[in-house]
Every structure is written in C-alpha cells, then in structure tokens.
C-alpha cells in the first residue's frame, strides 16, 4: 500500500510539472509582442505614448503626417487598448513587397522598341504631349476583339457581333486578326507589352468575320451601318474583296455620316474594296526601312502608307506575336486620326464644316513624301506622320483636359516642348488649383514655376507662356482639388 502511494505521489509531481510548464508556455506565448501601428482621432502627444506605455507597448516610431504611433504590443493587451475611445484603429505592421518601377504612361522603352511602327509614325510624342486619341470612339470591323486581354482593360467599350448576332463580339479567329489589329489601335500604355497609337481611344469590336476569317457580306453592311448608328468616329476595315455595289452604297452612306472609313489596300498586286471606294481611305504597308512591303498593291488608288512589316501586337491570351500585310498598315492610319480629332480640327478643305473630310486631308498634307514627288502608286501621299499632322498649322495648336484622379500617381501630366514660345491658356471647370513645374536636362526650373489659385465653383481662364528658345522643356501640370475636378489646357506655339 505503500508503494502504491509513493508511486502516486511520484505520478503526481510529474503531472504538476508538466502542468507548470504547460502553464508557463501559454503566458509566454500570451507575453509575446506583436509589432503593430497604433492610430488615434486626434493629435497625438504624450497622453498617447503614456497609453501605449500603460499597456506594456514599445514605441518604435512616431508619424509626423499622420496621428499614429508604430508600437511592439503584448497580444493580450491588443484588445484591451482597442477598446479605448481614442484609438481609431490598431493594424498588423505588415510587410509588403517593393512594386517595380514604371517608366511614365506615354514613354516606356519597351513598349515603344516592341511597337516600331507606332514610334515610326511619331506618335510617342503625341503620347508624352498628352495627346493619347481620349474620347474618340473607334470601330474594328473585323473578326471581333480578345476584349479580356490585359492590353485592352480600359480601351474596350462594347460592340456587336454580326456573325452570331449576339452583343458578345469575341475574337475566335485562328490567329487573332481583329486583336491584333485592336492592339496597334489601342494597346494600354502600362508599361509592358506593345502600345498602341491612340491608347486613350474608345474601342468598339465589330465582328463580321467568323473564325477562319471568313464574313457574308450582309454581315459586314450590317456593321458599317452599326458604326453609324452608334456615333462611331472611326472605322477600321482590314477586308478585301470585289467590287459590289451594296458595300459602296455602305461606304458611302458611312462616310457623308460623318465616319472616317480606313482600310487595308490588300495584300495583291492592285487595290482590293471596300479600299478602292472614294469613301475610304486606302493605306499599303512599308516595312523599317520605309521600303514597301512584299504584299504592298500599287497603284493610283493608293492613298497613305504606313508600317506593315513584322508589325508586333496582341492576341489571344494575354499573347503577342508578329504579323506582317496592309491589315497591319491601316490601324496605323486609324490611330493617327483618333489622334487628330482628339485635339479638335481646323477647316482644311474650306467648305465651312469641320468633320472626317478635314482629317483625311490633314493626314494626306503632313504624310512624309517617301517615293516621286506629289502622290505616287507606290506610297499614295506619304507615310503617315503623327507630329506633322498635328503641328501643320501651329497657330491652330492643341488642348488636353487635365483631370483631378483618385490615385496620387495619376495627377500629373507632362508635356516636351521646344524650338518657340509657348502660350498655355487654362480653362478651370472645377480644380481648386494648378501648380506647373518645369525641368530642362533633369533639372528643375524654378524660376518658371507657375501656381494658380481658382475660387470654388467658378470657371475662371488664367494663362502663362515659356520660350524654348534653345532648349528643351519638360512641363509637368499637377491639379490641385476634390477627384475628378478639371480643367482643359490649350498649347499654341506663337512663336
């Protein structure tokens, strides 16, 4: 019996240390700090750091721009100090990883060296100019849009799809024609990939052509009519085929509408329809030489040229891949035109109207004269050439609206100017303020800082102009004001 107690008293004690230590660990782990921040509603000051202290915290920063402390806190006394009616919040100090840095929206070197053809044409500077083809609605007639890559997240803006006759015009042709061709339009400028020509630009996918390329003709009236009746600006045509009467009458119909028609010329040896119409702009393929393409038709009917060779752009699944033919030219051509009419046009033609007439003739005056002198049958007017087309007249200028963004890193726009003087006029819809700063070389100007002030709910104009004489300039505009508040900037060189 008396065994039996000792061994009892011995199991006993071996329990009661187990149990000791099973108790020290759970208020070990229950003593172990957690490294958090600490924010108040209020001011904080020394009443704020004596709570922390109160509750066992180690201070480890105080903020200067926000009422916040980051603290080591004991976990059991988290909730405690939670509870505390001046304390808005306690939230884990977590780590978060670095975001790689982007170069700016309109001139990453990647997208730019991947799209040759769209640098070729000039439109990287229309791009760090703030000119990006904004508002200007453009249709892809074609075999439909990959709407879910990663290039159009912000350009895609609906359409129809006549082959199903459903409001779903999804790309499943086998290699991704109308994406391709959508991607040169208007690929994202976000830093990676390919950028388009107009990446501001609203795409609407028409789809009239079914998987194998392949379209009735129906269906492709049925489109051209679409873009007019949903106040289409643009019209984007990469089809070849004959001559029929019905396809003219569409053309024709769309462009006294007011829609600027531009097509691929075809990949022959003449001008292929709906190219040939009079109603439509014909543009052949050139390759980085400027040299024709291979495919390139010639001919009198040859109207604008513009970069068709090894034309790298988007397809199906988050892809890229390079395709070469006058379906590749012509979006080139599209894109410029978003581009012009997203600034505003003069009266080119004289005929007291300003519509798709006055672009067609803008970009046939600024093409770049590549082959005979005046128009040719090998490059029609001339390659393409985004900086001339926009700056043909400089007393006509051009103007970019400058919006007060959600997120901080977007409220800013920086425009390259040189070669004149500059008058800038600012037209306040709804900011509180603007502040422009200037950089030559890297270097900021501070002697050319400009700050307005704009009283609340009036739309006050204010001006201010630059000489470049000699230089170069960086100017950066930074709305000051509640989200999406504006203002529209105009730039003339009077110079």
């Known amino acids: 019996m008396a065994l039996q107690k000792r061994i009892l008293s011995k199991l006993v004690l071996i329990l009661s ?69 001046n304390v808005k919040y306690i939230v884990e100090d977590m780590v978060y990883s670095v975001v790689e840095p982007v170069a700016s929206v309109a ?12 640098e070729r044409i000039g439109s990287m500077t229309a791009h760090v100019n703030a000119i990006t083809g904004k508002g200007v609605r453009i249709a892809v007639l074609d075999s439909g849009i990959d709407y879910t890559h ?27 024609h109308g994406t391709h061709v959508a991607g040169i339009i208007a690929a994202a400028a976000d830093g990676s990939g390919v950028v388009g020509v107009a990446p501001g630009a609203e795409l609407y996918a028409i789809k009239v052509l079914d998987g194998g390329g ?48 531009v097509a691929a010329a075809g990949n022959g040896t003449t001008v292929g329809y709906p190219a040939a119409y009079d109603s439509v702009i014909a543009v052949t393929g050139t390759d980085n030489l400027d040299q024709p393409g291979w495919f390139a038709p010639t001919g009198s009917l040859v109207e604008l040229a513009a970069p068709g060779v090894a034309v790298y752009s988007s397809t199906a699944d988050n892809s890229y891949t390079l395709l ?7 979006p080139h ?48 007017h001339g390659l393409i050439d985004v900086v001339a087309a926009l700056s043909v007249d400089s007393d006509i200028g051009f103007s970019f609206d400058l919006v007060r963004e959600k997120k901080r890193r977007q409220n ?56 470049t004489d000699g230089t ?24």
């Open 107 to 118: 001139a990453d070197p990647l997208e730019y060296a991947n799209s040759w053809g769209v």
């Open 333 to 380: 051509v599209s894109g410029a035109a978003a581009l012009l009419l997203s600034v505003g046009m003069d009266d080119v033609n004289g005929d007291g109207l300003v519509n798709n007439m006055d672009v067609r003739g803008r970009l046939q005056m600024s093409a770049q004269d590549l082959g005979d002198p005046g128009q040719d049958d090998v490059y029609g």
């Open 324 to 330: 070469s033919g006058t379906s590749q030219a012509a």
């Open 214 to 261: 392949f379209g009735l003709l129906s269906w492709i009236i049925s489109g051209i009519e679409w873009a007019i009746d949903n106040d289409m600006d643009v019209v984007n045509i990469s089809i070849g085929g004959p001559h029929i009467e019905a396809l003219q009458d569409a053309c024709d119909a769309a462009y006294n509408a007011g829609v600027l028609l």
């Open 17 to 85: 240390f187990f149990v000791y230590v099973t108790c020290c660990c759970i208020l070990q782990a229950q003593a172990m700090d957690r490294s958090v921040i600490i924010g108040f509603h209020k001011k904080t000051g020394s009443a704020e750091e004596d709570l922390i202290h109160k509750h066992g915290g180690g201070m480890k920063r105080k903020f200067r721009h926000i009422a916040a402390y980051a603290a080591d806190l004991p976990d059991y006394e988290l909730e405690k100090l939670r509870k505390n009616p």
């Open 412 to 467: 800013r726009e920086v425009l390259a100017i040189e070669g004149g003087t500059y008058l800038f006029s600012i037209a306040n819809h709804s900011l509180r303020g603007l502040k422009v700063v200037a950089y030559e070389d890297g270097y900021r100007r501070f002697d050319l800082d400009q700050h307005f002030v704009f009283r609340p709910k009036t739309q006050e104009e204010a001006s201010f102009s630059l000489d």
């Open 472 to 495: 170069a300039l960086d100017v950066m505009f930074l709305p000051i004001g509640r989200a999406e508040s504006s203002a529209t900037v105009t730039v003339n060189n009077i110079n």
């Open 150 to 176: 990663q290039e159009f997240s912000t350009s895609y803006s609906g359409g129809w799809d006549f082959v199903f006759n459903d409001d779903d015009p999804f790309d499943d042709s086998w290699n991704s």
